[in-house]
């Protein structure tokens, strides 16, 4: 019976403490429209780093572009708040606000 001494399990078909292979993307989602990543395939964990604050700041997201989830109300944001979003496959994204910037965003595959 193996025992917690035994050794490290090889993941992904590699050697023994790697890690798999996760992609990652760049979106360039704008304030106002609703839009899907390039890989629809899987789920992703999306990044927008605030680097602008601004007013009347939302994000919602859904599996059509109507994005009728919403995840943050209308708020205030402040420059260098990270927000992190878990999107399904094939679903849209979709943050609107006033002033407000998102120059970061970035999307990796879960």
């Given at each position: 019976m193996?025992?917690?001494s035994?050794g490290?399990i090889?993941?992904?078909?590699?050697?023994?403490n790697t890690?798999?292979?996760?992609p990652?993307?760049?979106?360039?989602?704008?304030?106002?429209t609703?839009?899907?990543l390039?890989?629809t395939?899987?789920?992703y964990n999306?990044y927008?780093?605030?680097?602008t604050?601004?007013t009347?700041?939302?994000?919602a997201?859904?599996?059509?572009?109507?994005?009728?989830?919403t995840?943050?109300?209308?708020s205030a944001?402040t420059?260098?708040v990270?927000y992190?979003?878990m999107?399904?496959?094939g679903?849209f994204y979709k943050?609107t606000g006033?002033?407000?910037?998102?120059?970061?965003?970035?999307?990796?595959?879960?």
């Amino acid at each position: 019976m193996p025992t917690p001494s035994d050794g490290v399990i090889a993941a992904y078909g590699g050697a023994s403490n790697t890690g798999g292979n996760a992609p990652v993307l760049t979106p360039a989602f704008v304030s106002g429209t609703a839009a899907q990543l390039a890989d629809t395939s899987r789920d992703y964990n999306v990044y927008l780093a605030c680097t602008t604050s601004g007013t009347a700041t939302s994000i919602a997201i859904g599996p059509t572009s109507a994005v009728a989830n919403t995840i943050l109300p209308s708020s205030a944001v402040t420059a260098g708040v990270v927000y992190k979003i878990m999107l399904p496959a094939g679903w849209f994204y979709k943050w609107t606000g006033t002033t407000t910037a998102f120059a970061t965003q970035t999307a990796i595959g879960c």
